[in-house]
């Protein structure tokens, strides 16, 4: 690993501490650096407040040595207004003379403007350092943007035996298939995620808060297909917790591709990632229609013998972890 890789590596390091604030903007991470040593660093703030470079720039206290330093950051930095003020203007103003990028910014608003505006300035402007692990730390922000839809990512739950759910029950609410360890790491997910979405079969059998309860963090905006809006405002989904969006055919056509018309709708009021919890129907509806990023999918140490089995999907498995009783396994769509 040479030295360009070992901060940038820390700068993605240090972004993730942005996760489930920054939405929608990226979590970027910046760090700055002096004779090899780290000077001042930061990541991006919850949205609307200093981005990465900012909040770096900041923590240097003699601002003097900025004027020998090289600042290393995970994604371009911006070159236009919007929230806050472009950071390539800053860097330019404190005349830091060498910037480290991991990828550029693929944003139509900069993608390369502010990479050009550095370089004439009189920057020394590296371009790409561990490239495609910046790009999959910045995963949601480049599907929001390139593919014109939020990230999208499955989770369910299923039996030994394959089933998500019992064919009957007595109460409406959720019969746990994982362990509480693994119920707590959802909902950290769900703190990570913008949004949360189910259909309306899994309203009616479970009643679900869809909140984050077990961890620190904001509640995703809860996103419930109902499509002849029979929902009863009486359901946990339509409690002052969080904000709840109804996908109804006031708004999309059931008759075909709704995967693609959830994501077009959820594209224009700037939902970039979406986490999916079922049910079944809507699980399939988005794997049929090829139209999802990951799927995270527990197994628990359980049988039903009968119910709702498990939806049919293939993907490149990315890795497997046991957490006591339950086996989590992560995929991709590639």
């Keep these: 690993m040479n030295i360009h890789e070992k901060y940038i590596k820390r700068c993605i390091e240090i972004a993730k501490n942005g996760l489930g604030a920054t939405r929608p903007n990226p979590m970027v991470g910046s760090v700055i650096v002096l004779e090899d040593k780290i000077i001042g660093e930061g990541y991006t703030s919850a949205y609307g407040s200093n981005h990465a470079e900012v909040n770096a720039i900041n923590s240097v206290k003699n601002k003097d040595l900025l004027k020998e330093a090289t600042l290393y950051v995970t994604l371009e930095p911006c070159s236009h207004f919007g929230k806050t003020p472009p950071c390539s203007d800053l860097i330019i103003e404190h005349k830091i003379p060498n910037v ?3 990828t550029i910014d693929t944003h139509s608003k900069v993608s390369g403007k502010g990479i050009e505006k550095l370089i004439k300035a009189g920057c020394n402007v590296t371009v790409g350092i561990l490239e495609d692990k910046c790009k999959q730390h910045h995963k949601r922000f ?19 035996d394959g089933f998500i759910a019992p064919r009957t029950k007595k109460e409406k609410k959720p019969v746990w298939i994982t362990n509480t360890i693994s119920q707590q790491l959802v909902h950290k997910w769900r703190a990570e995620e913008q949004a949360i979405l189910v259909g309306t079969n899994t309203v009616l059998q479970d009643n679900p808060t869809l909140t984050v309860r077990n961890w620190t963090g904001q509640n995703p905006t809860r996103i419930v297909i109902d499509k002849t809006e029979k929902l009863s405002k009486d359901f946990n989904v339509f409690n002052n917790e969080a904000e709840t969006i109804i996908i109804s055919e006031k708004n999309i056509v059931f008759s075909k591709g709704l995967a693609s018309q959830i994501c077009e709708t ?18 399939q509806t988005f794997i049929d229609e090829n ?19 498990a939806p049919h999907f293939s993907g490149n498995l990315i890795s497997e972890t046991h957490i006591e009783t339950d086996i989590l396994k992560i995929f991709t769509n590639d």
């Design 142 to 160: 480049f599907t929001f943007h390139n593919k014109k839809r939020p990230y999208i990512i499955l989770k369910w739950a299923e039996t030994t």
């Design 291 to 309: 139209i999802w990023d990951e799927a995270r999918v527990f197994t628990g140490n359980i049988q039903f013998k009968e119910g709702v089995k």
């Design 100 to 102: 480290v990028i991991g």
């Design 266 to 283: 959820l594209y224009k009021i700037d939902i970039n990632s979406v986490i999916i919890e079922g049910g079944l129907r809507t699980l």
